[in-house]
């Protein structure tokens, strides 16, 4: 059974920081792609990161140069080091894997429970 699970969410003053972790069970995960997105309410999962086995990174637009993505193939785990959080940051984060690199929620074919982060001004 696949299972993603992350961690790492809570409560952070705007200007704070916090880090995401994320498990995966994948048998070979150091051959996928993960990524993380974030949805918050009334909008579209929006993608924010992803890394491949190699550690080719790209990032959104909106978190580069806050955010750093990494991972480590040993522990089965990828991270979201997340500083200089903004309001705007609020969202449910997930982790996802898939094999193929993509930036839109189709491209990815496991998912975590989500991890809620919520900035406060």
């Known amino acids: 059974q696949v299972q993603l699970v992350e961690s790492g969410g809570g409560l952070v003053q705007a200007g704070g920081s916090l880090r995401l972790s994320c498990g995966a069970s994948?048998?070979?995960?150091?051959?996928?792609?993960m990524a993380w997105f974030r949805q918050a309410p009334g909008k579209e999962r929006e993608f924010v990161a992803r890394i491949s086995w190699s550690d080719n990174i790209y990032y959104a637009d909106s978190v580069k140069g806050r955010f750093t993505i990494s991972r480590d193939n040993a522990k089965n785990t990828v991270y979201l080091q997340m500083n200089s959080l903004k309001p705007e940051d609020t969202a449910v984060y997930y982790c996802a894997a898939g094999a193929n690199p993509g930036w839109t929620a189709n491209a990815y074919d496991y998912w975590g429970q989500g991890t809620q982060v919520t900035v406060s001004s």
């Open positions: 994948l048998r070979t995960f150091s051959t996928y792609y």
